[in-house]
């Protein structure tokens, strides 16, 4: 190819790029506002500061119930303040603890999982008689129970969401490394002297936990409800410190009069979980 038709080719190749991102994202709406939504969360819980002027605790107590307007999108609640500001302030609690709850259960799962698939015997009968035990009790209420255990807060809020996953980590781990363990490529490291660390990192591990990362991002859905849902009972961040499911309980007394303190920020713990949700599915999709 010529200096002059490589050139001439360059100008329809810039093109073609965004034109083609563009049919992807008319192809899948879905994927594409959910994508959206998260990103946008994702800049509210980085720099709060930016998308709006008011502050999360102070309020204007002349401007107390005002409905939804162009001054107050989310409107004020009873002491003046702006629910679309305490929305935003408040992302950062409620993400950051849904990612270290993730986190806690996929780490800790996904180890039991893979010591208990590959070594198997006894021992992995055992751990999953406890495993089985967990999944038996419903999530929230095993969150519930650890979290009176240990005192509330947001911190031991994400610690227990994280125990209440681990179980799921785990079942969906074991089942990937049974899979995995009877292949012939781990046949042949254990047959040119390889140890047993090292087939399990360089061979079973990298392998499973594909899968794993598919249940990670559907489990950020169900952590955001889990968290808001303990913040709703109290159990998180206190008052004034925003938080979503603190928003909603501050407005539950006030449903027949001023219904928009808890309905916008119900309605945005709903659309971020569906967002969340979508993107998982999508994951598991791909994998």
């Not at 993400?95 to 259960?105: E, K």
Request: hydrophobic share 55%; proline share 5%; with cysteine.
């Amino acid at each position: 190819m010529t200096v002059l038709e490589i050139a001439s080719a360059g100008p329809r190749q810039v093109i073609a790029g965004p034109a083609r991102l563009l049919r992807r994202a008319l192809a899948r709406p879905g994927l594409t506002v959910s994508t959206g939504v998260l990103l946008l969360v994702a800049g509210w819980a980085v720099a709060p500061s930016w998308f709006t002027d008011y502050s999360p605790t102070k309020g204007d107590i002349d401007a107390s119930f005002s409905p939804p307007s162009a001054a107050h999108l989310f409107g004020t609640d009873r002491l003046g303040r702006d629910l679309l500001a305490r929305a935003i302030y408040g992302t950062s609690t409620t993400v950051s603890a849904t990612l270290l709850a993730v986190a806690i259960g996929f780490v800790v799962g996904s180890l039991i999982g893979l010591l208990s698939g590959f070594i198997g015997g006894r021992a992995d009968a055992a751990i999953m008689r406890c495993v089985d035990v967990l999944l038996a009790v419903p999530g929230l209420l095993l969150a519930m129970t650890v979290v009176t255990a240990l005192g509330y807060g947001t911190v031991n809020i994400a610690v227990a969401v994280g125990v209440s996953a681990i179980a799921a980590f785990a079942r969906v781990m074991r089942s990937k490394v049974l899979e995995v363990a009877g292949t012939d490529y781990v046949e042949a490291a254990y047959g040119s002297g390889a140890g047993f660390w090292r087939v399990v990192i360089r061979h079973v591990l990298p392998n499973s936990v594909t899968t794993v990362f598919a249940l990670a991002a559907l489990e950020c859905g169900s952590a955001v409800l889990a968290v808001a849902a303990l913040g709703f009972l109290g159990y998180g961040a206190p008052p004034p410190q925003p938080e979503w499911g603190l928003a909603v309980a501050e407005g539950r007394d006030f449903l027949a009069t001023y219904p928009w303190i808890a309905l916008f920020p119900g309605a945005l713990i709903a659309v971020v979980v569906l967002s969340a949700n979508r993107i998982g599915r999508t994951i598991g999709e791909w994998r």
